[in-house]
């Protein structure tokens, strides 16, 4: 099977943002980028459906400045085989749409039989990019998937997607986009021989021109754009309650649930 | 002139109470320039739910009904939003922020190459009278205001961040069905079966109240106390958990709440037990009221907490839930 793998490179979970001058974007500065973690369980799917399909390869697809070359390496070392960086200043300020132009081009020059991306990337939180590559593919999709069955001759498969309440289980046709949600598989460390072996992978820069999108990805291409980044309005102080036993103190909460804050 | 158009949605034949959220949303943006609102209800047997749509506030119902929509699948929706967007004609598109609306909005706005502004928690028209959205990101860090500069404009909207309009049942809107030609046969996906959860009957992302549970609660079987005091709170209330409870085997992950579980917006949440890690804090912040009972008085959740109480909370859960049910039965 070919197989291929969305990532993204965003902050780590604990980073604490700070918002720059212009308000345009976060201070880099200080901050950890990692691998987003849904895109772990997606590269983790990825590396579990080539063990089940011999003869598979397993590519890995991102968009990114220099620095997403890092958690393209880490993705590498877990074990996929070979990477596509889509790296210009062309391919930056992008919406969802034009990041999934270059992302469905660069995923065309693959012909993968299933995709793989995370339920939604951390940073901007859109969940949009894996739907909107399986639309511009012509792909099937199943999203926020916590098991899937591929059926063994590669044509079928059978997805659980957590949805409120519950659970809906899917059955769709390959070629698909499986976005993947926390619980589908435990996500492997990359070993030491893995890292050494990353080193010597190809990754194959590609540029707009590359993929015949000049003027429609990054700022070119968005259909929405970035006014302002606003940092959240501050929680005014709270109130401790305290009280001689536990009793009283839950009698004078649940009064001032009720009477103050008028939620119960 | 914005003419809306609206997404309704229905499991089960039952309207989800995020269509009439998102109408009451489309009334403001209509009402603001002279626009109308128009929503499209789809599934199977789903006539009788345009009266209560129009009753929210829609100006026209469309309605399609076909044996082919009864459960979901995502090329039977997209073509039913899309066929909506050809006969509405709607400046903006909305539907919930919820499975369905990630599943389906995305993947219309890449066929009729759009913007989409996801799980939106308020949205007003900007000078050039197109739609801005207003959105947390980075996990609800930090919010950001977004212009939609493409044709239709659309946006999905946060459950919860808005508030339904009352039901007017002397409102009667015009009812269209409208007719797609759909086989269920050429579905590239599609959902067989549904299978709902045994305990939680309210969501997490859909509940108005929310008792948390975190490492403190030592196991599993404590959790017992968190769900006695849900029910004595009553309906719309359910059990979340922290990562850090998760991660110990103690509630399944669909219970948590936060970056990387699930993000919720109730009007009140009660953290017991939590310490209040950023990635926590990240899923449960925008909640109206909240409550923080820890022994520890310097964890960082009292910092976000509307009321706090340092104490032990085997103590205090089954006080509360006593309490709780003293003022419930004074009414």
Known sequence: MKIAVIIKQTPDTETVIKI???????????????????????????????????????????????????TIRTALAMGCDRAIHLKDPAFEGGDAQATAKALAAALKTVGPDIVFAGKQAIDGDQAQVGPRVAELLGAS????????????????ARATRRIEGGDEIVELTLPAVITCEKGLNEPRYASLPGIMKAKKKEV?????????????????????????????????PGRRIEGETPEAIATELVRLLREEAKVI | MANVLTIAEQREGSLKKISSEAIAVARQLADASGGSVTTVVAGSGVAGLAQALGASGADKVLVVDH??????????????????????KPDIVLAGHTTMGRDLLPRVAARLDTGLASDCTQLTLGSDGKLLATRPVFS????????????????????????????????????????????????????????????????????????????AMKNADNFKILWELAEAIGEGCTVGASRAAVDSGFAPHSMQVGQTGKVVNPSLYLAFGISGAIQHLAGMRTSKVIVAVNKDPDAPMFQKADYGVVGDLFQLVPAITEAVKKIKHEG
């Open chain 1, 204 to 236: 194959k820069e590609l540029k707009p021109a590359d993929l015949g999108l000049e003027g429609q990805v990054g700022a070119a291409g968005a259909k929405a754009k970035r006014v302002k980044l606003m940092p959240l309005p501050e929680r005014k």
């Open chain 2, 67 to 88: 044996a082919a929509l009864n459960l979901y699948s995502t090329d039977g929706y997209a073509a039913v939003v899309a066929a909506a967007i050809a006969e509405a």
């Open chain 2, 140 to 215: 609800g860090k930090a919010y950001e205001q977004i212009a939609l500069i493409g044709n239709p404009q659309m946006a999905t909207i946060r459950p919860n961040s808005s508030k339904p309009r009352d039901p007017d049942a002397s409102r009667s809107a015009q009812v269209a069905n409208l007719s797609v030609a759909l086989d269920a046969a050429t579905f590239h996906s599609k959902v067989v079966e549904v299978r709902r959860s045994a305990g939680a009957k309210v969501d997490l992302t859909e509940a108005n109240i929310i008792v948390s549970g975190g490492r």
């Open chain 1, 20 to 70: 720059n001058d212009s308000a345009s974007d976060i201070v880099p500065a200080g901050v950890k980028f990692v691998m987003s973690p849904y895109c772990e369980f997606a590269v983790e799917e990825g590396l579990r459906t080539k063990e089940k399909n011999a003869g598979s390869e397993v590519v890995v697809v991102s968009l990114g400045p220099d620095r997403a070359l890092e």
């Open chain 1, 141 to 156: 999709q199943a999203t926020i998937v916590t098991a899937l069955e591929i059926a063994a001759d590669g044509k079928t």
